[in-house]
């Protein structure tokens, strides 16, 4: 570049020469050959003696405005800044300032706007090229500008001019159409355009200066742009590519391979990638994230251990990660039977809120372990239950949750939380039906005990709400007659007694014989009550005959009094 610079200062200044050496007098001869001394160092970069040359000629010359005298002070100038001497820009600065008609005004400009692009004196070098006049420039020297100048509002920030000047410095051949080309992708990348980001990266792949920078970008643009078939595709090579250069972007191009996978719901696949990268990278700038992350790859790959591990570095923040990762460990846990964890885990995802569904699901498994661990009287479970069935009335594990907390009341013999738990599952089958018999049965037997007689027939009669056990509704016969006979309603204790006879499952009933038993009593106990006491009366006979039956191990079992 300096070389086309020097041709055409030569060509100018020969130039300016044949017009001077036709108007001075012949005493100059003398000085002009001095001149073309300097010009020569000057076109051989011997920029020292070509200064003192100048500077010589400018001594010798008295005119001030003499062409060739403009010429050195132009050129002494150029080569102060060259030489990086300290006062080369003041030179150049008050070269303008005194000859702002001269034609090297325009290649001072240059001059002073590139000698502060080499120093990365940014902002003043845009302050020079901002006097250069593009028409004044050649093409290869236009090319020069808009990369430098471009480099130069990259350095400072104006990334949107900068990709403008970079689209036309690489537009041509030239020394600067590579690193053109470069920045020009890294800012159409920064700025969200990946086609043309990735087409840009695309050709410096094979470049000598960039091509170990490149398997990063492509790699990323693929997964930016949702194309994990295409990261899946070039993301080994350029794994590969990446560690050969040993780049300090190889951790990153194997998460990028590992989430890929993930994505793709490979986590076999995945795992040896994602362990590079946790093998790979400072545990300082590994985030919570990437650990959930290798969790999860664990988890669906059946290491349970090692995926509970990578979850407990999720729970340091409360936020959704943490509330997943527990209740991740939890289901871990279950899979390693340390259920104590397991319920630990599950109790902390659903005391978070951040995930309502997770929370949900959580609450129900943290309730299942409570009564699974638990030891009578089982308050854990029944309380977890019950504010699990309070926050979610409508769930669909609903019944579930109701036949658990079922289970839990049986446990406790509390018959009438039970029964209460038992009429609110809506969809029962023959199994929650026999339950709600039996159920509803000892909550009547154990009213009865306590001499709530009229409650517990009520209970008994809920026993016939469902009659799937013949046995367990004739048992509850005999109970109602009962009831009735404690409260010396004689004539409905018979009926009832003989309600009971008539029932499918009288004959296996344990109350049969005792049946019989009371059967008797109810009529010997009318009898007694009747206002014309006859002992050949027929409840007199009547109790006789059910006493004998009673008695009688051919007709009847003993009843377990």
Not at 22 to 45: C, G, M, S, W
Not at 140 to 163: I, L
Not at 203 to 210: H, S
Not at 274 to 282: F, G, K, R, V
């Amino acid at each position: 570049m300096k070389n086309v610079k020097k041709l055409l200062f030569a060509l100018l200044a020969a130039f300016i020469s044949l017009n001077v050496a036709a108007q001075v007098p012949v005493a100059l001869y003398d000085n002009t050959k001095i001149y073309r001394e300097a010009l020569e160092l000057f076109d051989h970069e011997k920029y020292v003696p070509a200064k003192e040359k100048f500077e010589d000629f400018i001594r010798l010359e008295k005119n001030p405005q003499h062409a060739l005298r403009i010429n050195s002070e132009y050129y002494s100038g150029v080569c102060a800044l060259y030489l990086l001497h300290k006062d080369a820009e003041y030179q150049l600065e008050k070269f303008v300032l005194e000859h702002p008609d001269s034609p090297w005004k325009q290649r001072a400009f240059f001059e002073l706007a590139t000698f502060n692009y080499q120093k990365k004196s940014y902002k003043k070098a845009l302050e020079w090229f901002d006097h250069v006049d593009m028409k004044e420039l050649s093409n290869a020297e236009k090319t020069e500008f808009y990369y430098k100048r471009g480099h130069a509002r990259f350095e400072e920030g104006d990334k949107s001019n900068a990709r403008v000047d970079f689209f036309e410095a690489k537009q041509n051949e030239s020394e600067f159409k590579q690193p053109a080309l470069y920045y020009y992708s890294h800012i159409t990348y920064e700025q969200g355009d990946y086609q043309t980001a990735l087409e840009g990266f695309l050709q410096l792949e094979n470049d000598p200066v960039f091509k170990a920078l490149m398997p990063y970008y492509i790699t990323q643009i693929y997964y930016k742009q949702k194309k994990y078939d295409e990261v899946l595709r070039y993301g080994p090579t350029a794994l590969a590519q990446a560690e050969t250069n040993a780049t300090k972007r190889v951790p990153e191009i194997a998460r990028l391979i590992g989430d890929s996978y993930c994505i793709k719901e490979n986590y076999a696949a995945a795992l040896p990638y994602l362990e590079q990268y946790h093998a790979a990278t400072d545990k300082a700038e590994i985030t919570r994230e990437d650990y959930y992350q290798l969790g999860y790859a664990y988890h669906k790959t059946s290491q349970w251990q090692k995926a509970v591990d990578s979850y407990g570095n999720c729970d340091d923040e409360n936020d959704e990660l943490h509330q997943r990762s527990s209740y991740n460990m939890g289901e871990c846990y279950l899979k390693l039977e340390q259920k104590e964890y397991a319920r630990n885990a599950f109790e902390d995802a659903s005391n978070m809120t951040f995930n309502p569904e997770i929370q949900e699901d959580a609450m129900f498994n943290y309730a299942k372990l409570a009564f699974e661990l638990s030891y009578n009287p089982f308050h854990e479970a029944i309380t977890a239950f019950e504010e699990y069935l309070e926050k979610y009335p409508n769930s669909k594990r609903r019944d579930e949750a109701y036949e658990f907390l079922l289970n839990v009341y049986m446990k406790t013999r509390n018959y009438e939380r039970a029964l209460a738990a038992l009429e609110k599952i809506q969809n029962k089958d023959n199994r929650v039906k026999e339950a709600y018999q039996v159920v509803a049965y000892n909550r009547g037997v154990e009213l009865f005990q306590a001499e709530k007689f009229a409650d517990a027939d009520k209970s008994f009669d809920k026993v016939f709400t469902y009659q799937i056990n013949p046995v367990v509704s004739a048992d509850s016969r005999f109970w109602k007659a009962e009831v009735s006979y404690r409260l010396r309603d004689y004539n409905k204790a018979i009926q009832r007694y003989q309600e009971f006879f008539t029932e499918a499952g009288a004959y296996n009933s344990e109350f049969y014989g005792a049946a019989h038993y009371g059967f008797g009593y109810a009529y010997f106990k009318k009898g007694l009550d009747e206002d014309n006491f006859d002992l050949s009366t027929n409840l007199f006979t009547n109790a006789n005959t059910s006493f004998r039956k009673y008695v009688d191990g051919s007709h009847a079992k003993i009843p377990k009094k």
